[in-house]
T-cell receptor, first 113, second 115 residues
Framework: ETGVTQSPTHLIKTRGQQVTLRCSSQSGHNTVSWYQQALGQGPQFIFQYYREEENGRGNFPPRFSGLQFPNYSSELNVNALELDDSALYLC????????????FGQGTRLTVV | ELKVEQNPLFLSMQEGKNYTIYCNYSTTSDRLYWYRQDPGKSLESLFVLLSNGAVKQEGRLMASLDTKARLSTLHITAAVHDLSATYFCAVDMVGGPGTASKLTFGTGTRLQVTL
C-alpha cells in the first residue's frame, strides 16, 4: 500500500506566476484535503475534494483552486502568486466515511521570489 | 470561527523530566488529533481522540481529551532527546455527510529536550 505522495518536493516561482502542485492519494482513499503551512505556523485548511467536487473551503481567495481526478489524485493551482504564498503545502487523503483520519504527504515547499 | 490555542509555544526541558502541553479550542468538537513535525518534514500522526474522556498512550507520550472543558493535553514522561520536535493539536471541524476530517490546527509547541 503506497502512502500519500506529492510532487514536486520543492519549487521556486516568481511573483505573478501560476503554479500547480500534485497529490496522489493513498490506496483506498477517496478524499483529498490541502493545507498551507507558513514558516513557524500551524497548517491552515485550504479546501477538500470528494468525488471530484470541492467539499469545503477555508479562508483562501479564489486564486487558490483545485481539481480531483477519477483516480482520486488531486491538483492545487495558485494563480497570480504573491510573496506570502511561500509555504509548505500539504496534501492529506482520507478513507470514505464520516470524519475519517487524514494521512499527510511529505509536502511541497513553494518559494515565491 | 473555530480557534485552537496551544501553550506553551516553546518548551525547553531536560531529559528525564515530565511536562504537559495544553490545547484549548473554542467550539464544540468530539474529535481531536495530535501530530508531530520534525524540521522540514511533514506531519506524523500521534493520537486520535474521538470522545470525551479519551486517553491514549504511546511510549512516553499520553494524550487526553475533555470535550466539556474543550481541552486536550499531551503529557510527556521522562523526556528523551528523540522527542525534540514541534507538536500540533488539530480539531476536526464539523463536516457534511460522508466527509472526511477538515482540521483546524493549533499554533504548535516547539519542544527541545536537552541532555
Amino acid at each position: 500500500e503506497t502512502g500519500v505522495t506529492q510532487s514536486p518536493t520543492h519549487l521556486i516561482k516568481t511573483r505573478g506566476q501560476q503554479v500547480t502542485l500534485r497529490c496522489s492519494s493513498q490506496s483506498g482513499h477517496n478524499t483529498v484535503s490541502w493545507y498551507q503551512q507558513a514558516l513557524g505556523q500551524g497548517p491552515q485548511f485550504i479546501f477538500q475534494y470528494y468525488r471530484e467536487e470541492e467539499n469545503g473551503r477555508g479562508n483562501f481567495p479564489p486564486r487558490f483552486s483545485g481539481l480531483q481526478f477519477p483516480n482520486y489524485s488531486s491538483e492545487l493551482n495558485v494563480n497570480a502568486l504573491e510573496l506570502d504564498d511561500s509555504a509548505l503545502y500539504l496534501c492529506a487523503s482520507s478513507r470514505p466515511g464520516l470524519n475519517t483520519e487524514a494521512f499527510f504527504g511529505q509536502g511541497t515547499r513553494l518559494t515565491v521570489v | 470561527e473555530l480557534k485552537v490555542e496551544q501553550n506553551p509555544l516553546f518548551l525547553s526541558m531536560q531529559e528525564g523530566k515530565n511536562y504537559t502541553i495544553y490545547c484549548n479550542y473554542s467550539t464544540t468538537s468530539d474529535r481531536l488529533y495530535w501530530y508531530r513535525q520534525d524540521p522540514g518534514k511533514s506531519l506524523e500522526s500521534l493520537f486520535v481522540l474521538l470522545s470525551n474522556g479519551a486517553v491514549k498512550q504511546e511510549g512516553r507520550l499520553m494524550a487526553s481529551l475533555d470535550t466539556k472543558a474543550r481541552l486536550s493535553t499531551l503529557h510527556i514522561t521522562a523526556a528523551v532527546h528523540d522527542l525534540s520536535a514541534t507538536y500540533f493539536c488539530a480539531v476536526d471541524m464539523v463536516g457534511g455527510p460522508g466527509t472526511a476530517s477538515k482540521l483546524t490546527f493549533g499554533t504548535g509547541t516547539r519542544l527541545q529536550v536537552t541532555l
